[in-house]
Nanobody
Framework: QVQLVESGGGLVQAGGSLRLTCAASGRTFSSYAMGWFRQAPGKEREFVGTISRGGITTVYADSVKGRFTISRDNAKYMLYLQMNSLKPEDTAVYYC????????????????WGQGNQVTVSS
């Protein structure tokens, strides 16, 4: 079983930056691709980005491409989401996910989920 704990969310003005962190338990961290998803009020949870097991390959949603960067530190069992040039439409609860054998955009591809972390971007 993998446990994921996100941190780093909060309130920021449009144009600002935040970095989300996801701390994972268990020595299987580097065995899985990992992803970030987000869910705004009244909307479906949507894909933000994913990173391969070794951290070499990343894929992003078009809505965040060029503004968000995913990285991971397998030695520390940590996943990161650097968010720059934030927009009000980025306001959502952000979730990290693990357990995928390879990078995938699909929610169903991930076995483990964090509890979510609120990000609010004011205009």
């Amino acid at each position: 079983q993998v446990q994921l704990v996100e941190s780093g969310g909060g309130l920021v003005q449009a144009g600002g930056s935040l970095r989300l962190t996801c701390a994972a338990s268990g020595r299987t961290f580097s065995s899985y691709a990992m992803g970030w998803f987000r869910q705004a009020p009244g909307k479906e949870r949507e894909f933000v980005g994913t990173i391969s097991r070794g951290g070499i390959t990343t894929v992003y949603a078009d809505s965040v491409k060029g503004r968000f960067t995913i990285s991971r530190d397998n030695a520390k069992y940590m996943l990161y989401l650097q968010m720059n040039s934030l927009k009000p439409e980025d306001t959502a609860v952000y979730y990290c996910a693990s357990g995928a054998p390879t990078i995938t955009l699909a929610r169903a591809g991930y076995r483990y989920w964090g509890q979510g972390n609120q990000v609010t971007v004011s205009s």
